[in-house]
């Protein structure tokens, strides 16, 4: 599993870093579990999320374009249905959320994954805009 992982990350990050000259990658990893503050996935029933905060290590200098993937569940699926969302937002030059849902009477003892955010480096020239 870790080394399929390895190798979809691997084609993902060549893939956008051979787009522009400048570009930057930075990636990482994301976990949360009923030990981690505030969580609430493994309890209730209904809608429940929960929002993990991403700072990248150096600033990109623009909104990069963001990859988020799952890469482990812990939830008891022998009484109810697996059920969940992972999705990103509030992207800036940075950081961004993750943000994990689940629904009706889903319980998420834990849920992690990676993440690659890829956009212009710090350092690569700011280009104008063009007026429309």
């Known amino acids: 599993m870790k080394l399929m992982h390895f190798f979809v990350s691997a084609i993902m990050i060549l893939t956008f ?3 522009m000259n400048a570009q930057a990658v930075q990636s990482g990893k994301f976990e949360a579990s009923s030990s981690t ?3 609430t996935l493994d309890k ?3 809608d429940r999320s929960y929002t993990i905060q991403v700072k990248f290590n150096t ?3 623009s909104k990069p ?3 988020v993937s799952p890469g482990q569940i812990d939830a008891n699926t022998k009484e109810t249905n697996l ?3 992972i999705s990103y937002n509030g992207v800036n ?3 961004f959320s993750i943000v994990v849902n689940t629904w009706n009477d889903t319980k998420l003892f834990s849920v992690g994954g990676s993440w690659i955010a890829v956009g212009a480096g710090a ?3 700011k280009m104008a805009k063009k007026k429309k």
Request: aromatic share 12%.
């Open 17 to 19: 870093a051979g787009i």
């Open 37 to 39: 503050s505030d969580y």
């Open 44 to 46: 209730g029933t209904g």
């Open 59 to 61: 600033p990109f200098a």
């Open 65 to 67: 374009d963001i990859i």
């Open 83 to 85: 059920r969940y969302k």
């Open 93 to 95: 030059a940075n950081g």
């Open 123 to 125: 350092d690569a020239p």
